[in-house]
């Protein structure tokens, strides 16, 4: 989970530059955080060894981006800026279809971050005048709702560390 926010803080700040306008760090950071929500959780089910939860994710994103791209390219809309195919919003819909699977797949521990990264994407996109909010919400919709399809929770072996002022262990646990 810290690594999560700690991976998006450092993602917005690398995207900041001196004179920059402030909405133009915003779209930066939301147009690298669409890849860093699916690159986390492709590598948490390389973490986990979790070959099944690979699949699940990767069966999601499939899913995600073909009913994204179908759509967009089917539904002639214009963008805020002029531009066209603006219904739905792809970087939302990738970055909610990772959440989603992070939450479902290994839990809230995951999924808040997750969703607050995924978010921040969507409202980063109409901050940028990329997208209606109608796009971003359609986005989000597909990415949820294609990761709730095919993702199951996890139940493979947890390694957590285990502290406190008198002592420091690690606790092996299975999930069934």
């Given at each position: 989970?810290?690594?999560?926010?700690?991976?998006?803080?450092?993602?917005?700040?690398?995207?900041?530059?001196?004179?920059?306008?402030?909405?133009?760090?915003?779209?930066?950071?939301?147009?690298?955080?669409?890849?860093?929500?699916?690159?986390?959780?492709?590598?948490?089910?390389?973490?986990?060894?979790?070959?099944?939860?690979?699949?699940e994710f990767g069966e999601?994103?499939?899913?995600?981006?073909?009913?994204?791209?179908?759509?967009?390219?089917?539904?002639?809309?214009?963008?805020?800026?002029?531009?066209?195919?603006?219904?739905?919003?792809?970087h939302t819909s990738i970055?909610?279809?990772?959440?989603?699977?992070?939450?479902?797949?290994?839990?809230?521990?995951?999924?808040?971050?997750?969703?607050?990264?995924?978010?921040?994407?969507?409202?980063?996109?109409?901050?940028?005048?990329?997208?209606?909010?109608?796009?971003?919400?359609?986005?989000?919709?597909?990415?949820?709702?294609?990761?709730?399809?095919?993702?199951?929770?996890?139940?493979?072996?947890?390694?957590?560390?285990?502290?406190?002022?008198?002592?420091?262990?690690?606790?092996?646990?299975?999930?069934?």
């Amino acid at each position: 989970m810290r690594s999560l926010l700690v991976l998006a803080f450092f993602s917005f700040y690398l995207t900041t530059s001196i004179g920059a306008r402030a909405g133009d760090s915003i779209a930066e950071a939301g147009d690298l955080l669409q890849f860093v929500l699916p690159g986390t959780a492709a590598g948490l089910t390389l973490g986990y060894w979790d070959g099944k939860g690979a699949l699940e994710f990767g069966e999601s994103a499939t899913l995600t981006l073909g009913v994204t791209y179908g759509l967009k390219y089917t539904v002639n809309e214009k963008r805020p800026n002029g531009g066209s195919q603006s219904f739905p919003s792809a970087h939302t819909s990738i970055s909610f279809c990772s959440a989603e699977f992070m939450r479902k797949r290994y839990g809230w521990e995951y999924g808040i971050p997750a969703y607050a990264a995924a978010s921040f994407v969507a409202y980063s996109r109409v901050e940028a005048g990329e997208h209606h909010p109608h796009d971003v919400i359609a986005g989000a919709a597909i990415g949820i709702v294609s990761s709730y399809i095919f993702t199951r929770p996890y139940k493979g072996w947890h390694v957590q560390v285990d502290a406190d002022g008198r002592y420091f262990g690690i606790r092996l646990c299975r999930d069934w």
